[in-house]
T-cell receptor, first 115, second 118 residues
Framework: AQSVAQPEDQVNVAEGNPLTVKCTYS??????LFWYVQYPNRGLQFLLK??????LVKGSYGFEAEFNKSQTSFHLKKPSALVSDSALYFC?????????????FGSGTRLSIRP | GAVVSQHPSWVICKSGTSVKIECRSL??????MFWYRQFPKQSLMLMAT?????????EQGVEKDKFLINHASLTLSTLTVTSAHPEDSSFYIC??????????????FGEGSRLTVL
């Protein structure tokens, strides 16, 4: 079955330290991968995507993600965390079915940055 | 660009009434819109795919007569929760796929609508 997994419910990092939020996927064909962030009672904001090209993708707010085909991973990273980065992060993957496609989301990882 | 507007942001209604939530793409055309439901501290659950000019495609387990979806134009989709009950209380989020970016699969999200049924 096609799926996306975020193994960590919560990640805690001190401000200024690097952060990593993990994501692995299982899809047929070439993966289209996304990261979104959600603040309380808000919709999702797009951070970055990987479709093709360089494995290291740079996105909004200083975030980047590395596509690793052999490990089927797409971890989100940031070199220096800010308190304002505290939010809920979702990894997502496009899956194909019939003649259409849809986006499915991981379970989410709550990122908490302490001052 | 790529703004999706969702209205209302908050709605409280009595049990047994119906509630309509609107999702509009403000600066692009969206042939496909998606409706998600999110329970507290949980991920987004896809409810249905709304296609302009045709019937919505519902995910398994989602009652189509309960959650009516209409996608009458390239910029508007509506979700109507009929005869709402307290268990329908949730955060509903719509998203839209830009017709011009359809190949990338990228979605743009509304701000969500929190429904509370008393």
């Amino acid at each position: 079955a096609q799926s996306v997994a975020q193994p960590e419910d919560q990640v805690n990092v001190a401000e200024g330290n690097p952060l990593t939020v993990k994501c692995t996927y299982s899809v047929s064909g070439n993966p289209y991968l996304f990261w979104y962030v959600q603040y309380p009672n808000r919709g999702l904001q797009f951070l970055l995507k990987y479709i093709t090209g360089d494995n290291l993708v740079k996105g909004s707010y200083g975030f980047e993600a590395e596509f690793n085909k052999s490990q089927t991973s797409f971890h989100l990273k940031k070199p220096s965390a800010l308190v304002s980065d505290s939010a809920l992060y979702f990894c997502a993957v496009r899956v194909l079915y019939s003649s259409a496609s849809k986006i499915i989301f991981g379970s989410g990882t709550r990122l908490s940055i302490r001052p | 660009g790529a703004v999706v507007s969702q209205h209302p942001s908050w709605v409280i209604c009595k049990s047994g009434t119906s509630v309509k939530i609107e999702c509009r793409s403000l600066d692009f055309q969206a042939t496909t819109m998606f409706w998600y439901r999110q329970f507290p501290k949980q991920s987004l659950m896809l409810m249905a795919t709304s296609n302009e000019g045709s019937k919505a495609t519902y995910e398994q387990g989602v009652e189509k007569d309960k959650f009516l979806i209409n996608h009458a134009s390239l910029t508007l989709s509506t979700l109507t929760v009929t005869s709402a009950h307290p268990e329908d209380s949730s955060f509903y989020i719509c998203s839209a796929r830009d017709r011009g970016l359809a190949g990338t699969g990228e979605l743009f999200f509304g701000e969500g609508s929190r429904l509370t049924v008393l």
